[in-house]
C-alpha cells in the first residue's frame, strides 16, 4: 500500500512543478517538453502501481 501511496504522491508534486512552471514560464516549447515528461510519467507510475497491485503486505 505505502509503495502505492508514495507513486501517486510522487506524480503529484512532479505535476505541480511542472504546472507552476509551466505557469511562469509560459513558452510553447517548454509547454511541449512538459506534456511529453508529464505523459512518460504518467505510464510509468501505471505501470508500477501494476506491477505492484498483487503484492499488498
Known amino acids: 500500500?505505502?509503495?502505492?501511496?508514495?507513486?501517486?504522491?510522487?506524480?503529484?508534486?512532479?505535476?505541480g512543478f511542472l504546472v507552476i512552471l509551466?505557469?511562469?514560464?509560459?513558452?510553447?516549447?517548454l509547454?511541449?517538453?512538459?506534456?511529453?515528461?508529464?505523459v512518460l510519467a504518467v505510464i510509468d507510475t501505471v505501470q508500477i502501481l501494476r506491477r505492484h497491485g498483487g503484492s499488498d503486505k
Open 1 to 15: 500500500m505505502s509503495e502505492k501511496l508514495m507513486a501517486i504522491l510522487a506524480l503529484g508534486l512532479l505535476i
Open 22 to 29: 509551466v505557469w511562469y514560464v509560459p513558452r510553447w516549447d
Open 31 to 38: 509547454g511541449g517538453v512538459v506534456a511529453a515528461t508529464l
